[in-house]
């Protein structure tokens, strides 16, 4: 009997034992997937929201680096407004402005430096000497009004990027000359935040300063950014590019703009003529490793118009750029083929060979 029970008992004690083992397997293979489940999710990222720059500006950290991190990035904002904005009486460009002449910061110098590179870079499109006619149109206070031709004319001579002169950390205008670095500040400034970023530890994070897409690293599941391109001509978005470790800076007639007689003038200025460029383009998107590039090329890409800009793509092929026409078609440019996708598969696409 009990030589007898002895082997009918022993396979349930084994069913047991595999019962219990392939439980215990699946427990750990339910915990594994929980625990696999928030790396699926977006993560919860740091956000900082503030107004800078006449802007307001966004910092999404997702990986690396604590809150004091984004302490330091927008004090990092408000320490680079202080020294660029012409608005604010102490900055160091206001200085410049009012008296034709000033000491700069080392920091301030190598910004004009890049910004004077940029305009003769892009032959004029973008000149930052185009503050006073700027400001003949309103756009620098918001008091809006289309001035006179004889006003314009009048301030055109003092459009002029190559007679600001910058020498051992100081700079002078001629007589009359005002200079404002708003087409590049921002882009500067995504620079030099991804910068202090990294250093503090950061490896994933998304900077918005105001339209102004700085990328740090990729996602935290090492996939590319995905960052929406917005349609100029109402509120939906034309696309989406994607994007690691680079700086998305978009120019459009309508970000800031005012109507009179049913006409709309917007805030980017052909240097040339003194009126708001009309090159046919309503917005462009510039892709590219450097956001101070980016930013200075989104103001005169728009300037230059469609044919203008991809001429510029073939000269230097160191951006990628989507131009949306007025007409609503879309052109890209080659190396974004692959990281493009339209919103709407019907609207005209076009992607310009190199
Ligand atoms: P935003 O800064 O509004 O995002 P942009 O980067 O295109 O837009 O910069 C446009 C700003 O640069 C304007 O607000 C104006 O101060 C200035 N600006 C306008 N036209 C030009 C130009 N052709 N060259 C240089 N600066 C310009
Ligand atoms: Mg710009």
Same mark, same amino acid.
């Given at each position: 009997m009990r030589l007898g029970r002895a082997p009918s008992g022993k396979p349930p004690r084994l069913?047991?034992?595999?019962?219990?083992?392939?439980?215990?397997?699946?427990?750990?293979?339910?915990?594994?997937?929980?625990?696999?489940?928030?790396?699926?999710?977006?993560?919860?990222?740091?956000?900082?929201? %503030? %107004?800078?720059?006449?802007?307001?500006?966004?910092?999404?950290?997702?990986?690396?680096?604590?809150?004091?991190?984004?302490?330091?990035?927008?004090?990092?904002?408000?320490?680079?407004e202080a020294q660029w904005s012409v608005t604010e009486e102490n900055s160091e460009i206001c200085a410049l402005n009012r008296g034709g002449r000033a000491e700069l910061s080392p920091e301030t110098a190598e910004l004009l430096g890049a910004a004077l590179d940029m305009c003769r870079r892009t032959d004029g499109a973008l000149d930052i000497s185009t503050y006073p006619v700027l400001r003949a149109w309103g756009f620098t206070?918001?008091?809006?009004? *289309?001035?006179?031709?004889?006003?314009?004319?009048?301030?055109?001579?003092?459009?002029?990027?190559?007679?600001v002169a910058l020498e051992a950390g100081a700079a002078a205008l001629p007589p009359g000359m005002e200079i404002d670095l708003g087409s590049v500040a921002k882009g500067y400034t995504g620079d030099a935040l991804a910068a202090l970023l990294k250093q503090g530890g950061a490896d994933s994070a998304l900077l918005d300063l105001g339209g102004n897409i700085q990328a740090v690293g990729s996602k935290p599941d090492g996939s590319p950014w995905r960052v929406a391109i917005r349609d100029p001509a109402g509120d939906g978005n034309i696309g989406v590019v994607e994007v690691a470790d680079q700086a998305v800076v978009t120019s459009g007639g309508y970000e800031r703009y005012f109507e009179e007689d049913g006409v709309r003038y917007w805030h980017i200025i052909d240097p040339a003529t003194g009126w708001p460029a009309?090159?046919?383009?309503?917005? *462009?998107?510039?892709?590219?490793?450097?956001?101070?590039?980016?930013?200075?090329?989104?103001?005169?890409? %728009?300037?230059?118009?469609?044919?203008?800009?991809?001429?510029?793509?073939?000269?230097?092929?160191? %951006?990628?750029?989507?131009?949306?026409?007025?007409?609503?078609?879309?052109?890209?440019?080659?190396?974004?083929?692959?990281?493009? +996708?339209?919103?709407?598969?019907?609207?005209?696409? +076009?992607?310009?060979?190199?």
């Open positions: 069913c047991a034992l595999l019962l219990a083992l392939l439980l215990a397997l699946l427990l750990a293979l339910l915990l594994a997937l929980l625990l696999a489940l928030p790396g699926c999710a977006p993560a919860q990222p740091l956000e900082r929201t %503030f %107004f800078a720059m006449d802007t307001v500006m966004t910092l999404r950290l997702y990986q690396g680096g604590d809150g004091s991190l984004l302490d330091r990035a927008e004090a990092r904002v408000r320490e680079l206070t918001g008091e809006y009004s *289309v001035p006179g031709g004889e006003a314009i004319a009048a301030l055109l001579p003092l459009v002029d990027y190559g007679r009309r090159s046919g383009l309503a917005s *462009v998107t510039v892709v590219g490793e450097s956001g101070l590039l980016c930013d200075g090329l989104s103001t005169a890409l %728009f300037v230059m118009g469609r044919e203008g800009a991809l001429e510029h793509w073939r000269q230097h092929r160191d %951006f990628e750029a989507v131009l949306v026409s007025e007409d609503g078609s879309v052109t890209i440019t080659a190396g974004l083929e692959e990281r493009f +996708t339209p919103a709407d598969p019907a609207r005209p696409l +076009t992607v310009a060979q190199p």
